[in-house]
């Protein structure tokens, strides 16, 4: 369906008319520039009278720019059909560990060994996709926290910006306190006054580094309504090879501190989970998704494409045409050879 987003700009059709009506004239010179006997001879090589040059196909492409002019300043748009589009209001923060312990190659995807930041992306890369309808940012965080991705609806930046991060990117170290201090912070400021504050910290450790513990942030996020769930991510267990000969097994989750990471979910009102593997932490991002469900299509919204830049191409056009027309024209009376004369 086409429709104009300022039709009041119609009004300005008659505006060429009004003006030729409403000015005075121009005053006549009282001595011309040049004198000749009579204007027949340049009727001659206009082959037209100045009733007929008036009504000469350049006024109606000068008419027909001025309308493609004003319709483009009406706004024409295109409006599609209804969407269904989900909104579910809710801020969604997605907080990732890059420490150094996430190079741990404890996990398997597509049956072989990969690290936990490796099978995290593939995981939680998911989880974003589904996640139609929620602001979603990303908090990447090691020795300290920082903004990857503001509150925002385009999940596949999200995505692709998680799925860029690496190892050491933010330090060795593990800054928690710091990254749910950050969480609370952005969502705070937020314009966006989503009715559900969710963050979905996923880390491998404790808290070693940071300005600010832990249970001390997770009071804040309480106080602003963030609720957290909080992953603890490490196998119990991994067969290593021993320093004189054969094997031994070793818990690679030595120091997850999982009692502090059960305390920040219990304050704010979320759950600890615990993924020793690549499918309960792919359980536990569905399950995730059953507890901060989406929500379902809302209709009304139809999209809208502007059109506006047709017309006043077309506009565009049309003038360029009229100015090289009344350029070569002149540049062929400046060159006739007698043309004075033969007016004579």
Known sequence: MLSLAWPFALLLLPLPWLVRKLLPEATALKEAGLKVPSFRGFRRLTGRSAAESFMSWRFWIAL??????????????????????????RNLMLAV??????????????DRKVDRL????????????????????????????????????DRETVRILLLEAFIGLAGEKTAI???IT?????????DESGSDQVLVLLTDGANTAGEVDPLKAAELAEQVGLKIYTIGI????????SAIGGRRRIN?????????????AALTGGRYFRATDTATLQDIYRLVDDLEPVDEPETGFRPVQSLYYWPLGGAVVLVGLLVAVSLFKGLMLTRAPGAVDHAG
């Open 97 to 110: 560990d890059l420490s150094g312990s996430m190079d741990q190659k404890d996990f398997e995807l597509n």
């Open 182 to 190: 950050l969480a609370v912070k952005r969502i705070h400021e937020s």
């Open 118 to 153: 490796t099978a995290t992306k593939a995981v939680a890369s998911d989880f974003i996709r589904r996640r139609e309808g929620d602001r979603i940012g990303l908090i990447l965080f090691g020795e300290r926290a920082y903004l990857q991705v503001p509150l925002t609806l």
């Open 234 to 241: 490490g196998a119990d267990q991994v067969e290593v090879a």
């Open 64 to 89: 027909l720019a001025w309308l493609l002019l004003v319709v483009a300043a009406a706004r024409p748009e295109r409006v599609g059909d209804e969407l269904d589009v989900p909104v579910s209001g």
């Open 252 to 264: 690679p989750s030595a120091d997850l501190d999982e009692e502090t990471l059960t305390n920040i």
């Open 177 to 179: 306190g710091d990254a």
